[in-house]
């Protein structure tokens, strides 16, 4: 960025090829960085989920949690701000001057819970399937670095998923199909 600098002070004309050629390097590089920027908040956002699911499932558990239990944790994930919006509500109902004090970060708790449910009931949040055995061992052997997300196989996790997973595994089973192999 430094030798751009330089060799746009060079440029005698504001208007010549070189300093157009200039300007367009400046900016692909300005958006390469910002595209780089918005990896690593992503990275650094799933690092954190991922961390606090880790951080509670006991640290002695090697069998993988059932579809109960992981909607369970889920459910707990989705009250983790609520102290935070009680100390909120609490703070605007005191005075009359404080009602806005901290509306900024309400409205980003609450836009942020409101995606997340959302995410949940319908498609599905991005996460580790804590079903799964092999995907639990990889989320225990995880180093906790945002950079090494990347690595970790991630599943849309729904209600609707869990909801298939609670359901035993049904073996159909034809009556009409046996009774033809019978008459045969």
Same mark, same amino acid.
């Given at each position: 960025m430094t030798n751009l600098r330089k060799e746009l002070e060079k440029c005698k004309h504001p208007n010549s090829r070189k300093t157009k050629a200039l300007g367009k390097k400046a900016r692909r590089q300005n958006n390469k960085h910002k595209v780089? @920027?918005?990896?690593? %908040?992503? &990275?650094? %956002?799933?690092g954190e989920k991922l961390t606090w699911f @880790?951080?509670?499932?006991?640290? =002695?558990?090697?069998? $993988? @949690?059932?579809?109960?239990?992981?909607? =369970? @944790?889920i459910a707990l994930y989705m009250q983790r701000f609520d102290e935070e919006l009680a100390q909120i509500n609490l703070k605007q109902s005191i005075g009359k001057h404080r009602a806005n004090q901290h509306a900024a970060r309400k409205d980003v708790i609450t836009i942020t819970l409101e995606k997340e449910r959302n995410e949940y009931k319908s498609g599905?949040?991005? !996460?580790?399937? !804590?079903?799964? $055995?092999l995907k639990l061992k990889m989320l225990r052997d995880w180093d906790g670095s945002a950079l090494s997300v990347q690595h970790l196989k991630l599943d849309l996790v729904s209600f609707n998923m !869990?909801?298939? !997973?609670?359901? $035993?595994?049904?073996?159909?089973? &034809?009556?009409k199909a046996d009774d033809q192999m019978e008459t045969a």
């Amino acid at each position: 960025m430094t030798n751009l600098r330089k060799e746009l002070e060079k440029c005698k004309h504001p208007n010549s090829r070189k300093t157009k050629a200039l300007g367009k390097k400046a900016r692909r590089q300005n958006n390469k960085h910002k595209v780089r @920027l918005g990896h690593a %908040i992503k &990275s650094n %956002i799933m690092g954190e989920k991922l961390t606090w699911f @880790l951080g509670q499932i006991a640290e =002695d558990r090697t069998t $993988p @949690l059932t579809p109960q239990e992981f909607e =369970d @944790l889920i459910a707990l994930y989705m009250q983790r701000f609520d102290e935070e919006l009680a100390q909120i509500n609490l703070k605007q109902s005191i005075g009359k001057h404080r009602a806005n004090q901290h509306a900024a970060r309400k409205d980003v708790i609450t836009i942020t819970l409101e995606k997340e449910r959302n995410e949940y009931k319908s498609g599905g949040m991005e !996460l580790v399937n !804590l079903c799964d $055995p092999l995907k639990l061992k990889m989320l225990r052997d995880w180093d906790g670095s945002a950079l090494s997300v990347q690595h970790l196989k991630l599943d849309l996790v729904s209600f609707n998923m !869990l909801e298939r !997973l609670k359901k $035993p595994e049904e073996k159909p089973t &034809s009556s009409k199909a046996d009774d033809q192999m019978e008459t045969a």
